[in-house]
């Protein structure tokens, strides 16, 4: 069964540092997402994709966010200047449509800021 | 904007009993609903989810959910549990037209002993 797949599993990082974390959507859907779960609180929505825009994105997503498909199978987050606050757990997740259609996720990255 | 409430944080319960996880929407607008589960060190998977028709949905691993508008509940039910249940369980929404963020609640931690 096609799953979503997400790299590194854990990273560390110091403050002030930029960090991509990266993930590999079902190969057939056209949606992608990155949602962030902080540690005890809910998994908050942060940005979704299509067809190399951003359709939606949260007040999380500032700045210091960004998004990209730098080719055909890869989609990844940048934070640029990490700060405490970040640290969190991020998931990435795809889909074939909008609304109705089903969001798978991957496991997860866990990002902590020194 | 919508919310999600996740009425109990734990809820422990021995196998083969029932159980209900309790969850509650607002929105303005109309919605589509959805239960993910989320096993340790895993993605978040999909249980079930609620676009129209019948209110009672079935989904996977045995579980049902009840939609109910007039109570803007969406609970989720199993009559007989497995250690195996053991797990996070995310109640969700989204805008039924062209939404792409998954509103989350905070979860509902399942414990299912022996």
């Known amino acids: 069964e096609p799953e979503v797949t997400q790299t590194p599993s854990h990273q560390v990082t110091q403050m002030g540092q930029e960090v991509i974390l990266r993930c590999v959507p079902i190969?057939?859907?056209?949606?992608f997402y990155w949602y962030r779960q902080i540690l005890g609180q809910k998994v908050e929505f942060l940005v979704s994709?299509?067809?190399?825009?951003?359709?939606?994105k949260s007040e999380i997503f500032d700045d210091q966010f960004s998004v990209e498909r730098p080719d055909g199978s890869n989609f990844t987050l940048k934070i640029r200047s990490t700060k405490l606050e970040d640290s969190a757990m991020y998931f990435c997740?795809?889909?074939?449509?909008?609304?109705?259609?089903?969001?798978?996720f991957g496991p997860g990255t866990r990002l902590l800021v020194l | 904007a919508q919310s999600v409430t996740q009425l109990d944080s734990q809820v422990p319960v021995f196998e083969e009993a029932p159980v209900e996880l309790r969850c509650n929407y607002s929105?303005?607008?109309?919605?589509?609903l959805f239960w993910y589960v989320q096993y340790p060190n895993q993605g978040l998977q999909l249980l079930l989810k609620?676009?129209?028709?019948?209110?009672l949905v079935k989904g996977i691993n045995g579980f049902e959910a009840e939609f109910n508008k007039s109570q803007t509940s969406f609970h989720l039910r199993k009559p007989s549990v497995h250690i195996s249940d053991t797990a996070e369980y995310f109640c969700?929404?989204?805008?039924?037209?062209?939404?792409?963020?998954?509103?989350f609640g905070k979860g509902t931690t399942l414990s299912v002993s022996s």
């Open positions: 190969s057939n859907h056209l949606y």
């Open positions: 994709f299509y067809n190399n825009e951003i359709s939606e």
């Open positions: 609620y676009l129209s028709g019948s209110t």
């Open positions: 969700a929404v989204i805008l039924n037209q062209a939404g792409t963020a998954l509103i």
């Open positions: 929105s303005s607008v109309s919605v589509y």
């Open positions: 997740a795809s889909s074939l449509g909008l609304a109705e259609e089903t969001q798978y």
